[in-house]
């Protein structure tokens, strides 16, 4: 009896060894050569699918992990090299130093593993927290929906968040242009000149306007509120001031916060990837920017003119030009307009000559399939090619204030380009007004 019990534990250990031999899985990623999978959990019930996945559902934008160092935004599948969840997030580039991707894979729900690739993006103008791709190898034959984030591979799983997994199923395009405005901040309230760039916008092409926000004025609430429920404004809560203290300055040296610019960079990350199945062409820009095209009426003309004459190409910038806010024209005068707070982009129609000695910084239009990671003004990581477009064909009208504020009137260059428009723009912001402010 006691033989024949040893030949049975025998047997026991020898199935348990080759079932952990087959379950274990082996990265061949060069980049992810340490990464390890391992079976943590596998359910059993008959749950749907979409419930085998253990972990509490993140419920915000900005998910802060426990060690505070590392905060959440979305995972994205990516297969453009291979199969990989990439995680856009924020870390402290010094603290976070390993980071691990807890898979639940379908249809079964068994969860692996995985150590994580964790890539700073090079732009983080000497701020200690900057934006960070955490990147996973998926297991193979494992599909998953969800992935938690932790900084162990040793964890309770129904105690970590849980995040879906988007573009996880490729769709066709709904729109031709969405445009990324990151982030509203500091009680915005230029309510006039938000309305005209949307309105403007839309004539030149754009059927999407996603907007970082982290506050604005009651009156831009309302705004907002209008254009939500049109269907052309989508809203990204954007409280990032609740995790860090957030600088409204570029660079460090300027002020030193933990981040820049309300992480600024971040949100046009993540909103490059939130529109890469679902939007031809992603355009990076402020709200108080417009891209401007002048031999052609609108984008899409333009940008079809640019890719036939620029083949592979996939990221397209545009020259910035300052018209500022204090050298006003007296046209466009609009009486109920002058009870609405904000620039009349109508009447600023002088723009600043250009430095050659000072970096003209650019704002892009780009194809997000091509993309994989930008800054502000230029693409970081890319597989199309960049192309400068020259002035003549587009530029960035930036209504502001001026740069070279010592030029007089007469220094300034007169440019009316914008006026090709103002009929459509100006039936098109009195509808607006009319159906919210006034």
């Known amino acids: 009896m006691i033989h024949c019990g040893k030949k049975h534990i025998c047997a026991f250990v020898t199935c348990i060894l080759i079932s952990a031999s087959i379950l274990m899985y082996s990265w061949k990623d060069p980049q992810l050569q340490n990464n390890i999978t391992r079976k943590i959990f ?3 019930s008959a749950l749907p699918a979409s419930q085998l ?4 559902p993140a419920q915000n934008v900005i998910t802060a992990l426990e060690d505070n160092r590392t905060f959440i935004i979305s995972p994205y599948f990516d297969d453009r090299e291979s199969k990989v969840t990439r995680v856009i997030g924020i870390v402290h580039h010094e603290d976070v130093k390993q980071l691990y991707c807890w898979f639940c894979c379908q249809p079964d729900g068994k969860i692996y593993v995985a150590r994580a690739k964790i890539d700073v993006h090079s732009d983080r103008f000497g701020f200690p927290y900057g934006a960070a ?3 996973c190898l998926e297991p193979e034959n494992c599909n998953p929906t969800h992935v938690s984030i932790h900084q162990s591979p040793h964890a309770n799983i129904d105690q970590l968040p849980s995040f879906k997994i988007k573009n996880r199923k490729s769709e066709t395009f709904s729109v031709d242009f969405t445009v990324c405005i990151s982030a509203m901040f500091g009680n915005y309230n230029n309510v ?6 949307v309105e403007m916008y839309k004539i030149l092409g754009v059927q999407k306007v996603v907007i970082y926000k982290n506050n604005c004025s009651q009156l831009m609430e309302k705004v907002l509120k209008f254009y939500m429920e049109e269907g052309t404004v989508e809203i990204i809560p954007w409280p990032i001031n609740s995790h860090l203290k957030v600088s409204t300055k570029w660079h460090f040296s300027m002020d030193a916060k933990d981040i820049g610019y309300y992480g600024q960079i971040t949100a046009l990350n993540d909103c490059i990837y939130r529109n890469m199945q679902r939007s031809k062409f992603v355009v990076l820009n402020d709200a108080d920017e417009i891209i401007l095209p002048l031999k052609h ?13 620029n083949p592979g190409a996939g990221i397209f910038l545009f020259e910035n030009h300052i018209f500022p806010k204090t050298v006003s024209t007296p046209v466009f005068n609009i009486s109920s307009w002058n009870r609405v707070p904000g620039v009349n982009i109508l009447q600023h129609v002088h723009r600043e000559p250009d430095r050659k000695e000072v970096f003209n910084p650019k704002k892009m239009i780009i194809d997000p399939r091509q993309v994989v990671q930008t800054s502000v ?6 597989y199309g090619n960049s192309v400068n477009v020259p002035a003549d064909v587009a530029l960035v009208y930036h209504c502001r204030v001026p740069l070279q504020e010592e030029l007089p009137r007469e220094s300034l260059i007169r440019d009316t380009a914008l006026w090709r428009y103002n009929s459509s723009l100006i039936t098109n ?4 007004l009319h159906q919210t402010v006034l």
């Open 53 to 56: 996945c253990r972990g509490k």
């Open 133 to 135: 791709d955490i990147v």
């Open 192 to 197: 006039l000149q938000f309305i005209q760039s």
């Open 42 to 44: 596998q359910a059993t």
């Open 297 to 309: 009426l609108d984008w899409k003309a333009m940008m079809s003119s640019l890719q036939e004459q």
């Open 377 to 382: 003004h230029s693409v970081l990581r890319a």
């Open 429 to 432: 912001v009195n509808k607006v």
